[in-house]
């Protein structure tokens, strides 16, 4: 075989490993970062259910001095609303609620569990919702140092499925058992739909 052809594969060989290695350092999350996590699963509720919209940071991570958004990315503002660039669903800022920057909708119908911030849970708790809170909610953290500072999760209120119970604090992760959404086990005569409200929701990884 000749040499000088063998030695010119060399240089582009080097490269193509060096942009292999990049691509790999660039995508994954730094060792100790801090990230966003929301649910890979839709929120499912009835009409008139109290749902819990699931997001938290991993590892832990005290928010409580941070600012906290949760908005829906999909919902364009009325142009001839009084506070049409407002698209808060609900606003945390200098470690208090601030109602005046939010959606008139969800006046006094969200609550973050303020006693959790400290562990990371920047989970959000809407009262009462109905179809029109169909959709998809982003919670974001801009202050965060960490390239994933928010989450995505989708919220769906089917008028077919039966009121779930609800609860007014979260349940310790330990003990709380969420769906297996591959089981399709009947439970109770029910049908196997995972029904996730405020009784119930996917925090399993929270500590």
């Keep these: ?44 509720a009835a009409p008139g259910d ?13 928010v409580q001095g941070l600012t906290v ?13 009084r ?5 808060y669903v609900h606003l945390y800022r200098d470690r208090q ?5 939010k959606m008139a909708s969800y006046f006094r119908r969200t609550e973050l569990f303020m006693d959790d911030m400290k562990h990371g849970n920047i989970s959000l708790k809407i009262l009462n919702v109905s179809e029109e809170d169909n959709g998809r909610y982003r919670c974001f953290i ?14 769906v209120v089917d008028p077919n499925n039966t009121k ?22 009947p ?4 049908s196997p739909t995972v029904q996730l409200s405020s009784a119930s929701f996917p925090f399993e990884r929270y500590f």
Aim: charged share 25%.
């Design 1 to 44: 075989m000749c040499t000088c052809c063998s030695d010119s594969k060399k240089p582009s060989f080097i490269v193509t490993l060096w942009a292999f290695m990049l691509c790999f350092i660039v995508r994954s999350p730094a060792q100790g970062e801090v990230l966003v996590i929301g649910s890979n699963l839709p929120i499912i």
């Design 50 to 62: 109290d749902v819990i919209l699931p997001c938290h940071l991993e590892p832990t991570f005290d």
């Design 142 to 155: 801009p202050k965060l140092r960490s390239r994933v500072k928010s989450a995505v999760v989708e919220l």
């Design 83 to 87: 506070l049409s660039r407002v698209e």
């Design 187 to 190: 439970r109770n005569s029910e």
């Design 97 to 101: 609620e601030v109602p005046d920057m």
């Design 69 to 81: 958004e949760w908005s829906k990315p999909d919902l364009k503002p009325d142009p001839l609303g």
């Design 164 to 185: 779930n119970l609800t609860t007014d604090r979260p349940l310790h992760p330990k003990i709380l058992q969420t769906p297996n959404p591959q089981d399709t086990t």
